[in-house]
């Protein structure tokens, strides 16, 4: 198999059903090729554009064989997937990006500790696994510092800040006493993220770094290409590629970082986490650039050769949450511009509904101002 | 309804499931609109990226019924559709296009008069009922000239080139004796086409006007934009958006048009035919503006407001037909370069199978060669 690249006609497994699945689901339609979405939910929003759907839980082993025979590979949307359920699935079929990416994406402490070896910088950070050894981290990293748990966090979930050491407790409380990791605050100027690309062949491709505004933990936008020095901009998009290459990885990863002052060290960029898929600060190639993020993740899971990740237009990309789907229309008006919406009912608060991507001429993106 | 549009999470019905109404699909699910897919074939290609499916004859009055009741709007991807079907839908729901447009279009004398109404040139014409009309056509028009089936012709099917009066019987018998128009040939020098829009205000807008390249009857290659002078395009776009007002049309009509020799005519501009549909010659859009043709169509019939068809990028869009479809490896290593399949199982001659768009920054694409 792994010369030969899934022709059009081929079926792609995804594992998961919102709203990256769906977006990887149309590319991949796009390409010629049917999807099998495979998720315990109802209705999932990727499930309505797919060819095929399996209602089933990530547990039901029967269910994940039979999924796994049907199509030419698996893929997932989410990075949360049990290793059980990888276990099963890579027993019956074939599943990319491969079992050792998805181990080390989901263990904070895996992830830190495979950075650390690779000399990438990272966070001051400990292990923590009782009261004792939080103490003795707390004292070491100092405070301002933040603890996770090791596994399931995301959009600020799973994590409590710790202001002083008298606050130790009551964090490691917060977040259920899971194992976890504590991780010093670093001072950062901004925080970039790069979108890579790696095909079968060990191939890299990486897109431009991008600049991603937060607002309460979760994306709020994305401007395309970050502003950077084209040095670090290089560099960027070079550990991203090490990294990719070092777990040797099949697909599209975000690796997220953060800038340092220019001041601060001569090595301005450290690694925040990575994720093992698609990822919400890619959002903007699907507008920008000939090859979106979505279809350059299935060209690397079918083994096409990856597309060029050069963009057209510079790009903002704002997320809809919740109720700010609401503003669509309005958005509908605006030129330049294309509104992605993700076929949710409920806009429940925090929930990604949808997203707007603004073009520009290369080179003439106005500032950005804090919304 | 007029003025209320068709929120996110309502349902678009499309007529016909071939690739224009899967880029349809596809389009509507990124507005979050449902899609429902009603088409007599088995596995069509837009069922599979559609939420719904109905198969069933567009004669099949319970099914078109249910199927109009179903779902907000009911939309079109042929001009073919019978006016029958058109009927039931009407009285069932609402449908956009509408009739007037659909009747214009089905009937080349119908569309032909409809431009002489509008004082829009048309090439010289003549309605052949019978032997002695057709005789009497081929003296007046002069050879050479076409003879076609007054409907249901497409891609060079059901016409016949009249090179000398003794032709003119077996061409008749060529097309079957059916209603037809003999139209005389026109010298021109390029075939161009506007993609124009029409909303349920009346608003609209036009993409500029793109050049046509034929090879065996069937779209090649279409460049966006076309070279013209200033004047000639928006006199163009001009003529399209009239054509649109007059029919009271809503959603996204294909205008083909002849740019005649400078020396020929003062007016440069004649209109071939109208499809009310979206048009292959405007496939370049998903790719190099912000809105495509698809999602301006399903804007148009969900009254949402039109976007913007100022392109980001110039462009060339090539057809895949038949067997060049296998050249999919290739082109997916071209820069710049999207490819779109549309998932048919069998490549046969002359079918339709993806087509590819190569974008150029604004003002920068190379002389086109002939293939």
């Not at 609401?326 to 997203?355: F, I, Q």
Request: overall charge negative; glycine content about 8%; charged content about 25%.
């Amino acid at each position: 198999m792994s010369g030969k690249p899934i022709a059009p006609g081929g079926t792609v497994g995804i594992l998961g059903g919102g709203q990256l699945g769906r977006m990887l689901a149309s590319a991949a339609a796009e390409m010629g090729l049917h999807v099998h979405i495979y998720c315990p939910d109802e209705n999932p929003p990727a499930a309505e554009v797919a060819a095929h759907y399996t209602r089933a839980e990530y547990e039901d082993e029967a269910a994940l064989i039979r999924f796994a025979e049907s199509v030419d590979a698996v893929t997932y949307e989410f990075e949360n997937v049990p290793a059980e359920t990888a276990r099963i699935l890579s027993e019956h079929g074939i599943v990319r990006p491969g079992p050792i990416a998805l181990a080390t994406a989901q263990d904070r402490i895996v992830e830190k500790n495979f950075m650390k070896a690779q000399g990438i910088l990272t966070a001051p950070y400990a292990d923590i696994t009782d009261e004792t050894s939080l103490k003795d981290a707390v004292e070491s990293i100092g405070c301002p510092s933040v603890l996770k748990t090791r596994r399931f966090g995301y959009d600020g979930k799973g994590q409590a800040k710790i202001a002083s050491p008298e606050e130790a407790l009551a964090a490691y409380d917060e977040i259920g006493r899971q194992p976890a990791i504590l991780e010093g605050f670093v001072k950062f100027e901004r925080e970039i993220s790069v979108i890579v690309a790696r095909g079968i062949d060990g191939q890299t491709a990486a897109y431009d770094p991008v600049e991603n505004i937060h607002k309460n933990h979760i994306l709020d936008r994305t401007l395309a290409p970050a502003e950077l020095p084209k040095a670090v901009a290089d560099e960027a998009c070079a550990i991203a590629a090490r990294i990719a290459s070092e777990l040797d990885y099949v697909g599209v990863m975000g690796v997220e970082m953060f800038l340092l002052p220019e001041a601060g060290s001569k090595r301005r960029l450290l690694v925040n986490e990575i994720a093992p898929r698609v990822h919400n600060s890619g959002h903007w190639t699907m507008d920008a650039c000939a090859v979106s993020q979505f279809e350059q993740h299935m060209r690397a899971v079918c083994g096409w050769p990856l597309g060029h990740p050069r963009r057209h237009s510079d790009a903002v990309m704002t997320n809809l949450i919740g109720d700010e789907v609401n503003e669509w229309e309005r958005l509908a008006t605006e030129p330049d511009t294309s509104v992605h919406l993700y076929g949710k009912a409920e806009a429940r608060p925090g929930r990604k509904m949808g997203h707007a991507t603004r073009l520009y001429t290369l080179g003439k993106r106005p500032p950005v101002t804090p919304s």
